[in-house]
C-alpha cells in the first residue's frame, strides 16, 4: 500500500502544476492516473481487511506484565 500511496502523493504537485500552467490534458491524464491508483489502494486495504479480519493475537498475563513493566519501569514480572 505504501508505495501506491507514494505514487499518488508524487502525482498531485505534477497535477497541481499543470493546471497552474494551464496544461489541461496533462492535468486531466494525471487526475486519471491519481483515480487509477486509489482504486488499487481500495482494493488492497479491503483484501488485507479481509485476510485480518478474523484474527485475534493470544495475549497471556506474561505479555501484560511484560507491557505493564516497560511503561511503568515496576519489574511486575517478578509478582507474576
Not at 502544476?17 to 489502494?41: N, T
Not at 486495504?45 to 511484560?66: C, F, H, I, M, N
Amino acid at each position: 500500500a505504501a508505495p501506491i500511496r507514494e505514487a499518488i502523493l508524487a502525482l498531485k504537485p505534477q497535477q497541481l502544476a499543470a493546471v497552474q500552467e494551464s496544461r489541461f490534458e496533462e492535468a486531466a491524464q494525471i487526475r486519471d492516473a491519481i483515480r487509477a491508483h486509489e482504486g488499487r489502494l481500495h482494493d488492497v486495504l479491503v483484501a488485507w481487511e479481509e485476510q485480518v479480519k478474523g484474527y485475534r493475537p493470544d495475549v497471556t498475563v506474561a505479555d501484560v506484565a511484560s507491557v505493564v513493566a516497560r511503561t511503568t519501569g515496576v519489574p511486575v514480572e517478578t509478582l507474576t
